[in-house]
């Protein structure tokens, strides 16, 4: 069940820019239509002259919010309209407010600017993109070269060997719900409504750049249309519009066209990866290498960590893993759900197709025999693995064992082309600190408030199930709180560590009102009676830290920082698994590619609530169907990212969608958490795109080291 449901499909429930504001004025911005130079002027004349315009801004006084991954709020450190500089196209030179979001449109369309105009760069191989070796650019141990044996002289000496390089193209989000919203002033106190996957930030970020108390902002994000990781942080339209509000006394919404999103908002950047493997005649991988090149902002290091991941897919003894950053002039890019792991698996489970291939091993087979419980990195134990358990499960749903291996063997009735893939994902176990807030009221209704964002995964129903599970009560009397920071700290949702984190904090919590309420420590509880006995209502307050977490990192939790730990904890390394078995179809003549039916089994430990981790898959193995055939932002030597609305970025409708089937391993990760809980979002995603390749050329015999793979690529 989805406790959100009925809200949802009758309109009561309010997204951030939803929200309807008595004097509200309505934003829009204009944009810098060069690649990279010099503002020289902005003429606003125009825009000033449309029917309803109340102000035109081109500068702003505000502090730069510092960049999320470098101990900053922002989703990228530049903030627009403070200088002359223009870093990328499509960034921010003006804003607009009016009295409705026609004229604010109007307006925004009727400002026009003079450059100096400069050369850009955008691709990871243009002339003037700077690259640099992460782990100098950012000496930061976890982000250091992996090291294990001596790789170069294992595969060299291997018998079978295996060295391709796949491009992995930019990739945008595009939520549903569009980056914007609303902002009002109560006094001295600012309230933003934004559908945010990281209020705290947003908060934080906003007194930075004000030079105002946090404690003055509130942020309130009940929902989101999909956060996806591009809502991760401050995003650059909410301070110009905390200061216009104060400016005119009045309410502001903005929400951004489509195309704006494309530049003002993180993206997924290109990346490059060299795969080599090194493996013995049976198809035991003995060393493997994975090199990788990931596009970058200049104004801002966003960091690759492609390689903890392939790092850990199987039992090396040997493996080195090096990430280069290439400056490019964009946007500052970011996480864009499964923003590593679906990349690199997309390389790296189709070197290990090839080598299946190379070998003459069903590729189930081979997987299976380089399994491992130890984490190759580290030493240690994994503290769950069962990716072994969905291969097996996954192929007998699917029917694996009537494949014939021979590409181009297998036909439909109506003479398509039938081609079976099979990858692995994986992805980190990650957890924050969190603290949650329980009350007890004598109607029996038990309220949670807690850090957490809800952005359609379902995390309401998570907390609201496991709350009504462990008192033995009706859903329906469990209120949860989350995305608001009058109730909490609100740290940062994302990395798939939502449910691991906030489970874990409502767990400890109702441990202690169980105790409060003087009732025994599980089993059904009589709560309304049990308030009765105590005269008032019981509340409790707990704090939750992740697996050797030391207490300090509260303080950052509470200050806008990350708090986050994972996936190597003292003692054991947590990942979260999947298998995807997935059957593609090519039309002979004009060879378009569909996928008829997708199998996936995942391992996130115990499904907490298990109608949403179901849909949590299913949108992952349909993202990643898009990220394989449709997905891709071209980027023009003339014009920057290009294709910018929904016409031209295709992403999976419903039309592409077909059979999907879901299933669970469902086995409890105590070490983890006392809940048992692992991640699933993201990891529903990984390997997806990789068992589409591999069934493409299983269908057709052609192997496509790039994304997407389009019918032109398949003619
Ligand atoms: Mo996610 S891409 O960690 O919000």
């Known amino acids: 069940m989805r406790v959100d449901a009925y809200d949802k499909v009758s309109g009561r429930a309010l997204y951030g820019a939803d929200r309807v504001l008595p004097e509200m004025g309505f934003a829009a911005l204009a944009l810098a239509k060069i690649g990279r130079g010099r503002l020289s002027r902005v003429d606003t004349g125009a825009a000033e002259a449309v029917p309803g315009v109340l102000l035109v801004e081109t500068r ?3 502090a730069s919010p510092g960049f999320v991954m470098g101990g900053g709020f922002g989703f990228q450190s530049l903030q627009p309209m403070t200088g002359d500089h223009i870093a990328y196209r499509g960034q921010p030179i003006a804003i607009v407010v009016a009295e409705n979001p026609v004229a604010a449109t109007e307006a925004a369309e009727a400002i026009t600017a003079e450059y100096e105009p400069e050369p850009f760069a955008l691709h990871l191989d243009s002339e003037g993109a700077t690259t640099l070796v992460q782990e100098e650019a950012i000496p930061l141990p976890f982000l250091a070269d992996i090291k294990v044996g001596d790789p170069d002289a294992v595969i060299a000496a291997s018998p079978v060997q295996i060295d391709n390089v796949y491009e992995h193209p930019p990739q945008h989000a595009v939520p549903m719900e569009l980056n914007g919203g609303v902002v009002e002033w109560q006094g001295d106190t600012l309230i933003v409504h934004e559908g945010t996957q990281n209020a705290n930030a947003v908060r934080f970020g906003l007194a930075q750049q004000l030079g105002i108390d946090p404690a003055d902002i509130e942020v309130r994000s009940p929902y989101l249309g999909g956060g996806f990781g591009q809502k991760n942080s401050l995003l650059l339209h909410i301070g110009p519009l905390a200061v216009l509000s104060r400016r005119l006394g009045r309410p502001l919404k903005l929400v951004l066209a489509r195309p704006q999103t494309f530049h003002n908002g993180s993206f997924r950047p290109a990346t490059k990866h060299r795969i080599r493997l090194g493996a013995d005649e049976s198809g035991q991988i003995l060393a493997a290498i994975h090199e990788v090149d990931q596009q970058t902002s200049r104004h801002d290091l966003f960091p690759a960590m492609h390689t903890e991941v392939t790092g850990r897919l199987y039992g090396f003894s040997a493996f080195r893993g090096r990430q280069r950053l290439v400056q490019t002039d964009v946007q500052t890019p970011g996480y864009m759900r499964a923003p590593f792991e679906s990349p690199s698996m997309f390389a790296f489970e189709q070197a290990v197709d090839e080598l299946a291939i190379a070998v003459g091993r069903d590729p189930v087979e081979l997987r299976l025999a380089n399994n491992t419980d130890t984490d190759p990195i580290t030493g240690l134990p994994f503290s769950s693995r069962h990716v072994d358990d969905c291969l097996r499960r996954g192929a007998e749903l699917f029917g694996w064992s009537a494949r014939n291996p021979e590409p181009r063997s297998m036909r439909a009735e109506d003479g398509s082309l039938v081609g079976w893939g099979v990858a692995i994902g994986n992805y980190p176990g990650n957890v924050a600190a969190a603290m949650a807030t329980l009350t007890a009221d004598a109607g029996g209704r038990v309220t949670v408030s807690v850090d957490g964002h809800e952005m359609g995964q379902g995390i309401r129903s998570s907390i609201a199930l496991h709350v009504a599970q462990d008192l033995g009560i009706p859903v329906a009397d469990v209120v949860v709180q989350v995305g608001d920071t009058t109730v909490g700290t ?25 105790k409060l309420l003087n009732v025994a420590d599980s089993g059904d509880v009589d709560v309304a009676a049990a308030v009765s006995i105590a005269g008032q209502p019981v509340q409790v307050t707990v704090d939750s830290l992740g697996p050797g977490q030391s207490p300090d990192v509260l303080g950052q939790a509470r200050s806008g920082h990350l708090a986050i730990a994972g996936p190597v904890f003292p003692g054991f390394v947590t990942f979260s698994w999947i298998a995807h078995f997935v059957e593609v179809r090519v039309e002979p003549t004009t060879c378009r590619i569909r996928v008829p039916r997708v199998v996936s089994v995942a391992d996130c430990g115990r499904v907490a609530s298990p109608v949403t981790a179901a849909s949590q898959v299913r949108g992952g193995v349909i993202w990643g169907i898009g990220a394989a055939l449709r997905e891709e932002t071209l980027m023009d030597d003339r014009h920057g990212f290009l294709n910018t609305t929904l016409e031209e970025y295709p992403v999976m409708v419903n039309a592409d969608v077909r059979r999907i089937d879901v299933d669970f391993i469902d086995k409890p990760d105590y070490q983890f958490n006392p809940v048992g809980v ?11 795109a990789a068992a589409v390749a591999n069934a493409v050329h299983h269908a057709t015999g052609r192997r496509h080291h790039r994304l997407p793979i389009r019918l032109e690529h398949v003619l």
């Open 60 to 62: 702003f006084d505000l």
């Open 678 to 688: 692992k991640g699933l979002g993201e990891v529903s995603m990984v390997g997806a």
């Open 490 to 514: 609100q740290h940062l949702t994302a990395g798939s560590w939502g449910t691991a984190t906030a489970l874990p904090a409502v767990h400890s919590g109702l441990r202690e009102l169980r």
